[in-house]
């Protein structure tokens, strides 16, 4: 065959292949035919975007605001509950047949001037009206709940405990965390409870302490008889962290042995900021976060989790092009995420898929 005909066959081959691929299933359909729930974060205010929207909209199973349901949306001033960020956000889950997950009721950050400027003894009174306050808007329209996030201390920054200095921790102690999971029981006895927390992966010293950290302050909770029942792993990961299966699915199987669900609520992953900014450098780029994705969700899968949440959909809204140690020097988007802006599957979208297919 001649040079010319063969390179037009191939091309027309590859054309092919192409729109077999973008001809697969969306991933909600892959993920649920396994029982798995599939979504991501989104932003109300980019709803109105429909190269944003569309994808999510197709893809998604699973909504979670990315801040329409932190405390300073929530309760902006003491006693002023209001769903109006999160609205939009609930009406769009409900055109899309979506289930949505609220993140998060206690944090250490996106609080209001009110609750910094509080004395510490009135901390315990406002967590309490904030949970109950937030749940008694939510109950019945959102069954699954980050309670508390970030509270373990991460070991390079404390070495010598295992809770995250906060203005939570530092009027409560550990007591907070109860006082949390408790609240939110009595105020919505149907929703999930879910603690959540990052830096649980890797497989290097930081993530063993962080993980040994999780457990001893969940076996505590547990002990006292606080209802909390899942575990939330971001999942944030960067690139020039190790990662092996066996550390997290040892930690993860820890989890189910104590009767906790496990779920992936922030998937992503992180290159160095450093990594190459050549065209031509993006597939060896897109292989190598699609190799971490489908090893991090491929083996949490086989441990038992049942819900992956990827923080973001598209690489150009991710929160990553904002964040310091991951924005490019040249203004790129990173590429940590399923879809392209134009909303064309990556590789990443392809491994979630193999992941959820069990291949
Ligand atoms: O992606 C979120 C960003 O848009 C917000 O400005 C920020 C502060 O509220 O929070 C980001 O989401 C974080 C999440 O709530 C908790 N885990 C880490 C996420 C990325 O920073």
Known sequence: ???????????????????????????????????????????????????????IAREAALLVPEGEAKWDSLQPREGRFTLEELEPILRFADRNAQAVRGHTLVWHTALPAWVWQAPAPRLRGILEAHVAGVLALTRGRI???DVVNEPIADPDVLPHQDLRDSIWARAMGEGYLDLAFRTARAA??????????????????????????????????????????AVGIQAHMPLDQPFAPSPFAAFLRQLR???????????????????????????????????????????????????VLTWGLADPWSWLNLWPPARRPDGAEVRALPLDGAGRRKPMWHALARAFEGR
Not at 4 to 24: D, I, P
Not at 190 to 211: F, H, I
Not at 260 to 278: H, K
């Open 143 to 145: 069954a699954d709940w």
């Open 257 to 307: 042995a104590m009767g906790l669900d496990v779920l992936l609520t922030e998937l992503d992953v992180i290159e160095p900021a450093g990594a190459p900014l050549r065209e031509e450098d993006i597939p060896a780029r897109d292989a190598a976060v699609a190799a971490r994705a489908h090893a991090v969700v491929s083996t949490a899968l086989a441990e038992g989790c049942r819900t």
């Open 1 to 55: 065959m001649p040079i010319r005909r063969r390179a037009v066959l191939g091309a027309s081959l590859l054309a092919a292949r192409r729109a077999a691929a973008q001809e697969l299933p969306p991933l909600r359909e892959i993920a649920a035919r396994r029982g798995i729930g599939f979504g991501t974060a989104i932003h109300a205010r980019l709803l109105g975007e429909a190269a944003y929207a569309a994808p």
């Open 188 to 229: 919505d006895p149907a929703a999930r409870l879910v603690l959540n927390d990052y830096g649980l992966e890797a497989s290097w010293p930081r993530a063993d302490e962080k993980r040994a950290r999780l457990l001893r302050v969940l076996r505590g909770m547990l002990g006292r008889g606080a209802p909390v029942q």
